[in-house]
């Protein structure tokens, strides 16, 4: 292999690095030179796994190679009828891989449609291409919202970037020609031409990814964290344990051969929870599929558990609460006799023509002012979210800035605060165009500045945000709104949809210390004037009080935050790097989404939780039992058949169904902690009931057969009281799986005898049947009320010492 590696590099010819012209970009031949030289930007993760993948993962695993290896020992002592637990397994795997590469087929249609695209130069054209198709050497071209995909150095223009995703810091680096860009950071405004210089696997972002790899695990959610520490804990104990089994089953209770194999068999099967975590994966694959129905496009499965575990909801006002299009509602001049509407029209049209800005605010503006320009800008300076204001100098005495008031005015707002606040206050959004004495680049802003008018722009609030907050309302979820715009502004408007307490705002300005910050993001809930690190500082003080936050965005100025939320929802309609860092992308770009992707969430990982509670039943039962007759030496009561029927009928059919089943309550506490207190009280009754037939058997010398058959009763018994505590309330589904299985248990059981190993029973064996049958019911409630009673002393307990 390694041979053919390195003759597949001799042969590779890789094109020598070429100064490309800005103007003309690469051709054709020159394109297809470094395609075939393995000079393209060639994702280091594809999108999705590949079909050899999704065999391999269903087929290779630790549990897998367990089932056959315990067949073969079935098939070895030729008991043939107890390799039914085999067929169950097959079946898992066919489903698995079945819904895996339907899941696969449709999110591949998704991930195209929302692949990220690149503007490159070619043949003296732009042409616009998947990133993935780009090549080392070509022209790209870099806008505002851009996140730079591949290392590049700018060749034209000027753009200040973002570097915050791959250096932690949040300072706007300003670029010129002849500076590198760095893959995995973006452009916050102006734009550029670059030529590409490392891509792919030679890119800075993806040696990070490698290297991160290699260093550190992924992060997985509570539930899948949980059920893999369980599963790990069951198979280091398992083969150990099964050795031991074996020993007790043939050399001390000297059974023959093949009873003691198929006893120690069963003994482990009951161990295993076989379909457990491919329930889990198939409920999430499902639900991965529902969201790509509803054009709902989830880069990760496990954030659909965090999603579902939300109490607090950030949200920006533009794009979510209101509409993207905003309008100028009117320009109020400031100095009219110095500056009239008409001079003021004037200068916003050349303005508007020479700023670089590609955002709402500015699309809105030349709307509006739509007059011809009559002048060249000598200078530029783009608007940014941290500074909050932009400018363009014409010359000499005719530079101007247009902005946030606060961020201009500075000491003099005082004097225009009872004007601009009257207007914030009615919802609309108030820029500040100042003529100003010195360069627009300055900092600080210390040239002399003469206010000119006051534009008035507004977002139409969304038909549908209402109600969506008042989902959220009365689901519990906090909804905080984090925004760029003046606080009164953002009040008003959170106030007309419906936002709780939205009369509660504050100016981010204020908030000077981290101490001040933490405190304000748990009182208010409007934040204006809000930068981006303020932002992602918000959403962090929110996680670090112990809440469990999704942040919803579409610009720029969102992506600190989206990438430091627990779960991140991008508007496709935004910027394309919000769309990168997002755990979740709404391809409609249509907030109202919202509900039913958290519903989602909530349906699945309520149904996992509670059909999971099924096969816990059955192994905690298997583990005390097995060491019960190990301790006892007693025969351990069942064979691998016997499991099967009842594991098939009341844990594998009614999970799957279970499972996607709509569950819209709220998802609280710990998965395992959940689980186990729901299967604790079933497995209890289990393991009483099966300790007494147990001890008839030694007291009364029942027969081996018919204590199998009696403790499969009883244990069929149990599951279906199990199945029918987890079903209520009933609907139509629920109702007609329980009757389907419940006859389905009886006609195995009195119809079906030779092929699940079990005998024909004596009246005395008869009567000890239904002792125990008659059990079931109250011992199960007895140990759910002993568990209630507990779990409201503990609660108590903890309410006293908070």
């Avoid at 949040?170 to 670059?194: H, I, M, Q, Y």
């Avoid at 699309?363 to 940014?384: E, H, K, Q, V």
């Avoid at 500075?410 to 919802?427: C, M, N, Q, V």
Wanted: with cysteine; charged share 20%; aromatic share 8%.
């Amino acid at each position: 292999m390694k041979q053919q590696k390195t003759d597949e590099c001799k042969t590779r010819q890789i094109p020598p690095v070429l100064d490309t012209d800005p103007a003309q970009g690469l051709n054709a031949r020159q394109v297809e030179e470094r395609l075939r030289g393995g000079c393209a930007n060639t994702p280091v993760n594809p999108p999705s796994k590949t079909v050899g993948q999704i065999i391999r993962s269903n087929v290779f695993t630790y549990f897998n190679l367990i089932f056959f290896i315990l067949a073969a020992c079935i098939i070895a002592v030729g008991s043939w009828r107890n390799l039914t637990f085999l067929g169950i397994v097959l079946a898992n795997i066919a489903i698995g891989i079945i819904q895996e590469l339907r899941s696969k087929r449709m999110l591949d249609r998704l991930n195209i449609l929302s692949a990220p695209k690149a503007t490159v130069i070619r043949e003296g054209e732009t042409f616009t291409v998947a990133t993935a198709e780009t090549v080392r050497d070509d022209i790209a071209v870099f806008a505002a919202g851009n996140q730079i995909y591949a290392d590049a150095v700018v060749v034209s223009g000027t753009c200040q970037v973002n570097e915050a995703l791959i250096t932690g810091e949040a300072d706007e680096v300003p670029k010129e020609p002849g500076d590198t860009l760095l893959s995995g950071s973006f452009v916050v405004s102006g734009n550029c031409r670059a030529r590409l210089t490392a891509v792919g696997a030679e890119s800075f972002v993806s040696r990070l990814t490698l290297e991160a790899k290699k260093a550190k695990k992924p992060q997985m959610s509570e539930m899948m964290r949980s059920l893999t520490k369980l599963v790990k804990w069951i198979g280091f104990i398992v083969i150990p344990f099964g050795v031991i089994l074996a020993v007790k089953e043939i050399l001390w209770l000297h059974r023959d051969l093949a009873t003691g194999v198929t006893s120690t068999v069963a003994a482990l099967i009951g161990m295993i929870p076989e379909g457990l975590y491919l329930l889990t994966s198939l409920a999430l694959v499902a639900s991965v599929m529902r969201l790509a129905r509803r054009k709902t496009l989830a880069h990760d499965m496990e954030c659909i558990e965090t999603l579902a575990r939300i109490d607090t909801l950030c949200v920006d006002k533009t794009g979510t609460i209101t509409e993207n299009k905003m309008i100028v509602e009117d320009v109020v001049p400031l100095c009219e006799e110095q500056v009239s509407e008409a001079d003021i029209r004037s200068i916003m049209e050349d303005y508007v023509y020479a700023a670089q800005d590609d955002n709402d605010t500015m699309a809105a503006l030349r709307r509006y002012f739509t007059g011809n320009s009559r002048r060249s800008a000598l200078s530029i300076l783009p608007f940014t979210s941290a500074r909050k204001y932009g400018g363009v100098s014409f010359g000499r005495g005719e530079t101007y800035l247009l902005g946030a008031p606060e961020n201009l005015l500075r000491g003099d707002y005082d004097a225009y605060a009872p004007l601009i606040e009257s207007y914030a206050a009615k919802g609309c959004r108030v820029l500040l165009l100042v003529q100003y004495g010195g360069q627009p680049g300055e900092e600080p802003l210390d040239g002399e500045m003469l206010p000119l008018a006051l534009l008035l722009l507004s977002n139409k609030i969304r038909e549908e945000a209402p109600e969506t907050f008042r989902y959220f309302r009365e689901q519990g979820v906090t909804v905080k709104v984090i925004s760029g715009d003046n606080p009164a502004t953002v009040s008003e408007v959170a106030k007309r949809a419906g936002i709780p307490n939205a009369e509660k705002y504050i100016d981010a300005r204020t908030l000077r210390t981290e101490i001040a910050l933490n405190r304000a993001a748990e009182e208010y809930t409007v934040f204006g004037r809000v930068t981006p690190e303020q932002k992602r500082k918000l959403v962090r003080a929110m996680k670090a009080a112990g809440h469990t936050v999704a942040m919803t965005g579409d610009g720029v100025n969102d992506v600190l935050a989206l990438k430091a939320a627990d779960c991140s929802v991008a508007m496709a309609s935004g910027s394309e790097v919000a769309c990168q860092v997002s755990h979740i992308v709404l391809l409609n770009s249509n907030f109202a989404s919202m509900p039913d992707v958290v519903q989602e969430g909530r349906r699945v990982i309520n149904n996992i939780e509670r059909s999971a509670s099924l096969y816990l039943v059955k192994n905690i039962f298997s583990f005390c039992l097995a060491f019960i007759t190990l301790f006892a030496t007693l025969p351990y009561p069942f064979t691998p058949a016997q499991l099967s029927l009842v594991s098939a009928l009341t844990i594998g059919f009614p999970s799957f169904v279970l499972a996607m089943e709509p569950n819209k309550s709220r998802v609280e506490g710990h998965f395992l902690k959940n689980v186990i207190f729901r299967a604790f009280p079933a497995a209890a009754a289990d393991l009483f009931l099966m300790v007494g037939v147990l001890l008839f058997y030694l007291a009364f010398g029942l027969s081996e057969a018919a204590l199998s058959t009696i403790c499969t009763a009883v244990m069929g018994i149990v599951g279906l009281l199990m199945v029918h505590r987890t079903s209520k309330p009933y609907n139509k589904l629920r109702l007609s799986m329980m009757l389907v299985i419940t006859a389905a248990f009886a006609v195995s059981f009195f119809f079906l005898k030779d092929f699940f190993e079990l005998a024909v029973l004596a009246w005395p064996d008869i009567l000890v049947l239904v002792v125990f049958a008659l059990l079931a019911n109250p011992v199960m409630n007895t140990v759910a009320s002993a568990l209630a009673a507990m779990q409201k002393f503990f609660d108590r307990r903890k309410a006293k010492k908070a």
